[in-house]
């Protein structure tokens, strides 16, 4: 259960003391209780955590040594249960499964989605460590602190009883002191042990921890008891040395992207994902669509992922953090630095596991000293609130229209539309589904009366589905999600819209309105540039945006056979027919990011102010809500907080190669 400490009393009236030899009373007192009791045991010559039926089951003797990129076993030739520190495998092995079935969906007859029940076993977790439950409570801040949750995640957290364990022993890979975050227990259990050499000091920190103490053969503990349960603890931090210097740690690592230590990291980094696998609090996942062999009906299965997956950051244009080292540099910021700018803490609580199981022995204390070294700490953005939909349901759309734009972009407009879609705002964007099919994120490309449309290019299995369906044809949806165009803060500016291919699809509902709005602006302009003109979406719209006067339009391909009599060339050699002042310009930016880098640049050179520059960013998207960890870029995610970002916001992010 998610506990917090007991109330406040003295802590002598709140202790006790359990024999040695009657701790198997407690194992039984708990499992009395309809838990299964989680604990620490041995299997493959590692101490793990997993059921136990009674107190021989735990690891009695046994300590581990572990150093980088080594763990090993032996026996102390004593009866302490707790003598090892920490083992290969993490508690949320059991709060956050590595594989979980999430939805159902079938198409016998009506479509349908269904999101999973979360089925919680009542658990007892026994032998919690201090940098555990502080691990525990950062993923609490995850998957329920946020604007959207896990229900899974809450009814299995809600579900589990919590006995914590002191730490009396420290491997050479600890530094728990360094995050703030042990070797005392400080809050988060429903029973504390300390392991002393007669037997166990104990404290209770909920009822029901009260009620399971109040059943065993327990005294009051002696002074002296209650001095060496102090003692040995103390005795831990001792043991750990000087921590590490963390202070600015965060905007230590923000100033370093670029530091030679990242290419030799990823040197001897084999990528082989145990840091992400053993780490306590990493989060990522993927989903996995199982599907009946009639295609009636699916399942969706959520997976632990890693960010050092060669698949993870893979887009439609390839893929965003192609190389180890940003792999690698993702993963060692977000733990250290822009884990603060989503949840408020680090992510790291310094159990050490990522240290003793890389099997190329890379310390990530060494990497933190080494790349970031102390500086004056510099002030953090405060993260754009996103607007979205609740998570973990669908809402069935039908099928109005489809009708191609180009050889392989088409759009669909939706309608039976939960009201909730047409009060979208353009640059918002939909998870839409079909069943066997994972969900993907498209661009809402207008919003219309009772529909909306959606401009999809057909580059995986799911939009060549979609591209392949008639109307009448049902799907799911999810959103509107994500940031939109801050159209009102370009009154009286000179709007300017420059798109790049398909990058006019999250354009599309900007320029309608500013054409709506034309005179609340000094001028609103769209500069449009594709690969060849075959290739141009919306080409009845243009023509009728160009033959208005709310807009000018600019038209310019890369390519072009002699029937062609516009212009050739990028988008960016539009930007001569600039006229105005552009300190007065507010600009709106798509397309591939390095038509949106050169743009963005060919704008400031030409005066436009940084926070007058909105872009929108794509990403891979799972989940669309902030929790799968795909569409991560620097100190935010893509999906809940853009995809439209002021440039200022992204500072230089948004010009550097693999965040």
Not at 369 to 376: N, R
Not at 492 to 513: F, K
Not at 608 to 632: A, K, N, Y
Request: proline residues 6%; glycine residues 10%.
């Amino acid at each position: 259960m998610i506990t917090s400490p007991a109330p406040s009393q003295t802590a002598a009236a709140r202790q006790w003391f359990l024999a040695r030899e009657d701790f198997g009373a407690m194992v039984e007192a708990i499992r009395g209780t309809g838990r299964c009791v989680i604990g620490p045991t041995i299997r493959e010559d590692a101490i793990v955590y997993d059921e136990i039926h009674a107190a021989a089951d735990l690891p009695i003797g046994w300590r581990d040594v572990q150093t980088a990129g080594r763990y090993r076993l032996e026996h102390g030739g004593d009866t302490r249960v707790f003598g090892y520190s920490v083992g290969p495998t993490p508690w949320k092995r059991f709060t956050f499964p590595p594989n979980l079935t999430i939805a159902a969906a079938h198409r016998s007859g009506a479509i349908g989605f269904d999101p999973a029940v979360p089925d919680a076993p009542q658990v007892a977790f026994l032998g919690v460590r201090a940098c555990e439950i502080a691990a525990l409570a950062i993923q609490d801040r995850v998957f329920l602190g946020g604007q959207f949750t896990d229900e899974d995640f809450r009814a299995r957290r809600s579900a589990a009883f919590i006995v914590a364990v002191q730490c009396t022993t420290s491997a050479s890979t600890c530094f728990c002191t360094s995050m703030g975050t042990g070797p005392e227990v400080r809050g988060g259990y429903d029973i504390l042990l300390t392991e002393i050499d007669e037997g166990f000091v104990i404290q209770a920190g909920s009822p029901g921890g009260a009620a399971i103490v109040a059943k065993l053969p327990t005294r009051r503990p002696s002074h002296a008891e209650a001095g060496a349960a102090v003692d040995n603890v103390e005795s831990v931090r001792t043991q750990m040395g000087e921590p590490l210097p963390m202070a600015g740690i965060a905007d230590r690592l923000k100033l370093q992207l670029d530091n030679p230590r990242w290419a030799q990291v990823a040197d001897r980094c084999v990528e082989c994902g145990n840091c992400t696998m053993s780490c306590p609090t990493c989060f990522c996942t993927s989903v996995v669509e199982k599907s009946a062999m009639d295609g009636t009906s699916s399942t969706t299965e959520r997976q632990w992922d890693s960010c050092f997956d060669v698949a993870f950051a893979k887009v439609a244009g390839g893929d965003f953090r192609a190389r180890p080292r940003d792999r690698y540099r993702q993963w060692l910021t977000h733990k250290f630095s822009t884990w603060w700018d989503q949840f408020g803490s680090s992510g790291c609580v310094g159990c050490g596991r990522c240290i003793t199981w890389c099997p190329v022995r890379i310390d990530v204390r060494e990497e933190l000293v080494a790349i970031a070294p102390p500086i004056a700490p510099v002030i953090r953005p405060v993260a754009v609130e996103p607007v979205a939909a609740s998570p973990g349901t669908y809402s069935i759309a039908r099928l109005a229209s489809i009708r191609p734009e180009t050889a392989d972009t088409t759009t669909l407009t939706l309608t039976d539309l939960d009201p909730a879609f047409l009060s979208g705002r353009p640059g918002q964007f939909v998870m839409i589904a079909l069943p066997a099919f994972p969900a993907v994120p498209i661009s809402i490309s207008r919003f219309r009366a009772n529909e909306i449309d959606l401009t999809i290019r057909s580059v995986g299995a799911t939009s060549t589905a979609l591209d392949t369906l008639h109307p009448g044809a049902k799907v799911g949806l999810r959103g509107p999600l994500g940031t939109f165009w801050p159209i009102e803060e370009a009154y009286g500016r000179h709007a300017v819209v420059v798109a790049g291919g398909v990058g006019l699809s999250p354009l599309h509902g900007l320029v309608d309105a500013l054409v709506a709005n034309h005179d609340r602006f000094e001028s609103v302009s769209l500069f449009y540039g594709s690969r060849t003109p075959e290739d141009m979406l919306f080409r009845d719209d243009l023509a009728a945006w160009s033959a208005g006067k709310a807009i000018d339009v600019a038209i310019t391909v890369d390519r072009a056979g002699p029937e062609w009599k516009g212009r050739v060339g990028v988008v960016t050699t539009l930007f001569d027919m600039i006229s105005w002042d552009c300190t007065k310009v507010s600009a709106f930016v798509v397309g591939p990011e390095r038509m949106m880098q050169a743009s963005v640049q060919g704008l400031i050179s030409k005066g436009v102010p940084t926070d007058r520059i909105c872009v929108s960013m794509e990403r891979h998207m799972e989940c669309g809500i902030g929790l799968c960890g795909h569409c991560q870029m620097a100190g935010r995610f893509v999906c809940k907080d853009g995809p439209v970002f002021r440039l200022n916001d992204l500072g230089d992010m948004f010009n550097r190669e693999g965040i």
